[in-house]
């Protein structure tokens, strides 16, 4: 299972949502892969509800990094500035 690290919470825990489960797990940081980051994505292994194996899934990390990158350039092309102006 997939999943990507949304964020970190106070009390050394790191949040990771799994796209096919549909829910978030809350990780000990000690148990992440050294160089971890918020929009990082993984390869979970769950067990009995719990994830007992993390990996880095850098292919799916730079894929994704890429495609956001890719949509912001592409609205910011076509930004013609607010409707609403100041009076």
């Given at each position: 299972?997939?999943g990507v690290?949304?964020?970190?919470?106070?009390?050394?825990?790191?949040?990771?949502?799994?796209e096919?489960?549909?829910?978030?797990f809350?990780?000990?940081?000690?148990?992440?892969p050294?160089?971890?980051?918020q929009?990082?994505w993984?390869?979970?292994?769950i067990?009995?509800?719990?994830?007992?194996?993390?990996e880095?899934?850098?292919?799916q990390?730079?894929?994704?990094?890429d495609?956001?990158?890719?949509?912001?350039a592409r609205?910011?092309?076509?930004?013609?500035?607010?409707?609403f102006?100041r009076k």
């Amino acid at each position: 299972m997939r999943g990507v690290l949304d964020r970190f919470e106070d009390g050394g825990v790191a949040v990771i949502i799994a796209e096919q489960a549909g829910r978030e797990f809350r990780v000990p940081l000690r148990y992440l892969p050294e160089g971890s980051r918020q929009g990082m994505w993984f390869t979970l292994s769950i067990e009995a509800g719990q994830v007992v194996d993390i990996e880095a899934d850098l292919t799916q990390t730079a894929e994704r990094t890429d495609k956001a990158e890719q949509l912001i350039a592409r609205l910011r092309s076509k930004s013609t500035g607010s409707r609403f102006k100041r009076k």
